[in-house]
């Protein structure tokens, strides 16, 4: 049967090239999309190390301001934001900040693995419990730390896994250049990256304000209390700009970039999803006419079938049989080009995600060419033996 019906794709196969190639094309474009949703959805579902409600970020310009003076000033910012009622927590730290789309990447290695890694120093107040971050083995950092010739590290539990495996990190090694860091402690994530995409993991170090040797930082993270709104921040640029003479300052609120960032990624996203059901609402017509088409100019043959003896159910099943060979070979010739995305990683995901993908991908295209070929088979079927040689 299989035989045959190979045999007979054969035959027509001018007429079944197109087809074919539609299938084909109608698949790639399927598969790239839903490789992008699994890699979205797998992203989205990993922790995201904090809750983006009630942090805001100020990002500070010194401008002309002499080093000693920004050391000192920025010192006695932190301690002025500390005292007001509305803010719960307060940090200094680098400007790689979730959402801001700006990172600082520093390559990590420990014998022959290697890694590029997010780092993000701090230099004042306290940074764990402004994000809200989660120790998930050792401890986080203390007084004296920024001190320590140890170079204390805090690093996200996905680079403990990549470097350590199962192990225990803390108390471990980690160089980057001729620098040595020691491993104090784990967070369960902090992703800089937003929730849609992959992120590369963080690592964190502590820096002192008095050491001259390193620029002074300059982002302050802040912890609002809830039920504080944004009416507050022209009382919090007074307050930090009786401090800060002469500097700008500028207010962020994390949830309403988080808000941005979404509407950045999903948006593409959507477009992407339209254009792919557009485009296989259109194969899907076409597999349904042009079978329409086979069986109309096909008449005289289904019903001399039916007079030597073939019953409607055999009939149903070559008509739907020819479309799954057609779809079948459409299939291989796609899942040839799918596969060099995972051996060239085209799109620099994960193997699964594009394995995931491709068998979805080759699922729904069997479902379709199947819910189209059902009516026009069952037609076909229905022909009466008598009828159709009467009508030849």
Sequence with gaps: MIKHLFKLVWNRRRANFLMIMAIFFSFLVLFGTISVLVNSWQNYKKPLGFEPERIWYVNIQHYQTPKDEVRVISEQLVRKLQTLPEIEHVALASGNAAYSGWSNMMGLTRGNLQRGINNVTIQGGDFKSTMDLNVVEGRWFQDGDEFSNQNPMVITQDIKQFFFGNESAAGKKLKSGDKEFTVIGVIEAYRTNGELNSDAG????????ADTSRWVENTLYLRMKPGVTSGIEEKLLKEAGSVATGWKLDVKYMDQMRASYMKENLTPLLIFAIICAFLI???????FGVLWYN??????EIGLRRALGATANQIYKQFLGEILVLATLGLVLGSFFAIQFVLLDVMGMQPEVYYYALGISIVMIYLLVIVCAFQPS?????????LALHEE
């Design 295 to 300: 069986i109309n100019k096909r008449y005289s």
């Design 202 to 209: 963080t690592f964190m170090r502590v820096s002192s304000l």
């Design 378 to 386: 069952r037609q076909a079927a229905a022909i009466h033996p008598a």
């Design 281 to 287: 609402l259109n194969v899907a017509l076409g597999i």
